[in-house]
């Protein structure tokens, strides 16, 4: 079984560019074999306070990598990514952008779904969305997601279902509904080559307390034959490669076969009966 990692932050600004090494150096002590280096990259959407690298910082975030890489060569591969967050206006840049990078893939997340941030409990109430119930968050939500995969800029999407983050904060509840909206986005990722990720993170958070995406969504991108691949969205060493093993049990049991890695924009797959 081959145990990967491909969502992992280093934070540079709040914990330097060391924190990059000390993290891969965490994923080789945790005995995974690929470690994937995927910062936020430079946003385009200002409604969304959270720091991301700027556009002078790419260079050196490459650079840091690719000396991360030499030094850990023959012990554990670290690829190159980005985790973008998709709005419109960012699509025509990065549609440009990307294919100049040196990156092994790109993550697609949706962190804002019109002005509504779902990780910001208090911008639900002066958003465009004030007022509309679980569902029609949902639905709202997986529209913007379906956006993002159809703008053919991603290799997978992070998170799925980061909306269900927010409802305890607004007094709400899972819809019990969501399995038509389910079936739709799985087989609208598939159409689009777009694969997903097994989030381990939201087991870290309180609000969430499992994996993203919920189990049920998981199944029908089984079903759909979307592609999957697992990462502990880690900002932190510490939590590189988070319950990575309990994520591969789990795509095991709902019947995946494989396992998705990218690597210089091409997909390639690991079996998971080994």
Same mark, same amino acid.
């Given at each position: 079984?081959?145990?990967?990692?491909?969502?992992?932050?280093?934070?540079?600004?709040?914990?330097?560019?060391?924190?990059?090494?000390?993290?891969?150096?965490?994923?080789?002590?945790?005995?995974? @074999?690929?470690?994937?280096?995927?910062?936020?990259?430079?946003?385009?959407?200002?409604?969304?306070?959270?720091?991301?690298?700027?556009?002078?910082?790419?260079?050196? +975030?490459? @650079?840091?990598?690719?000396?991360?890489?030499?030094?850990?060569?023959?012990?554990?591969?670290?690829?190159?990514? #980005?985790?973008?967050?998709?709005? &419109?206006?960012?699509?025509?840049?990065?549609?440009?952008?990307?294919?100049?990078?040196?990156?092994?893939?790109?993550?697609? *997340?949706?962190?804002?779904?019109?002005?509504?941030?779902?990780?910001?409990?208090?911008? +639900?109430?002066?958003?465009?969305?004030?007022?509309?119930? /679980?569902?029609?968050?949902?639905? /709202?939500?997986?529209?913007?997601?379906?956006? /993002?995969?159809?703008?053919?800029?991603? !290799?997978?999407?992070?998170?799925?279902?980061?909306?269900?983050?927010? #409802?305890?904060?607004?007094?709400?509840?899972?819809? !019990?509904?969501?399995?038509?909206?389910?079936?739709?986005? *799985?087989?609208?990722?598939?159409?689009?080559?777009?694969?997903?990720?097994?989030?381990?993170?939201?087991?870290?958070?309180?609000?969430?307390?499992?994996?993203?995406?919920?189990?049920?969504? #998981?199944?029908?991108?089984?079903? *759909?034959?979307?592609?999957?691949?697992?990462?502990?969205?880690?900002?932190?060493? &510490?939590?590189?490669? #988070?319950?990575?093993?309990?994520?591969?049990?789990?795509?095991?049991?709902?019947?995946? *076969?494989?396992?998705?890695?990218?690597?210089?924009?091409?997909? +390639?797959?690991?079996?998971?009966?080994?």
């Amino acid at each position: 079984m081959e145990l990967i990692d491909l969502h992992i932050h280093g934070a540079p600004w709040s914990n330097g560019w060391a924190n990059y090494r000390r993290s891969v150096w965490q994923a080789w002590r945790n005995g995974l @074999h690929i470690a994937g280096l995927s910062e936020h990259g430079p946003r385009f959407n200002y409604l969304v306070p959270f720091r991301s690298l700027g556009l002078a910082e790419l260079d050196k +975030y490459f @650079h840091t990598i690719e000396e991360i890489r030499l030094e850990f060569a023959g012990e554990i591969e670290v690829l190159s990514g #980005l985790e973008l967050d998709y709005n &419109q206006r960012m699509v025509e840049y990065y549609s440009n952008l990307l294919p100049r990078l040196p990156l092994d893939y790109v993550i697609g *997340a949706i962190h804002s779904v019109e002005d509504w941030i779902p990780e910001i409990p208090q911008s +639900y109430e002066t958003s465009a969305l004030a007022g509309k119930n /679980a569902e029609q968050l949902y639905q /709202a939500y997986f529209l913007k997601l379906t956006e /993002a995969a159809q703008s053919g800029l991603f !290799d997978f999407i992070a998170h799925p279902d980061l909306v269900k983050k927010a #409802l305890p904060h607004l007094g709400m509840k899972k819809p !019990d509904n969501l399995q038509t909206l389910y079936q739709e986005t *799985a087989k609208m990722l598939a159409a689009c080559d777009v694969g997903i990720e097994i989030n381990t993170r939201g087991k870290l958070l309180p609000d969430v307390g499992e994996f993203y995406p919920h189990i049920d969504f #998981l199944t029908e991108c089984r079903r *759909a034959g979307v592609h999957l691949t697992i990462g502990s969205d880690a900002h932190q060493p &510490q939590n590189v490669g #988070l319950a990575v093993e309990e994520a591969f049990r789990l795509a095991q049991s709902l019947g995946f *076969a494989e396992l998705s890695v990218w690597r210089k924009r091409k997909r +390639y797959v690991s079996n998971l009966s080994n």
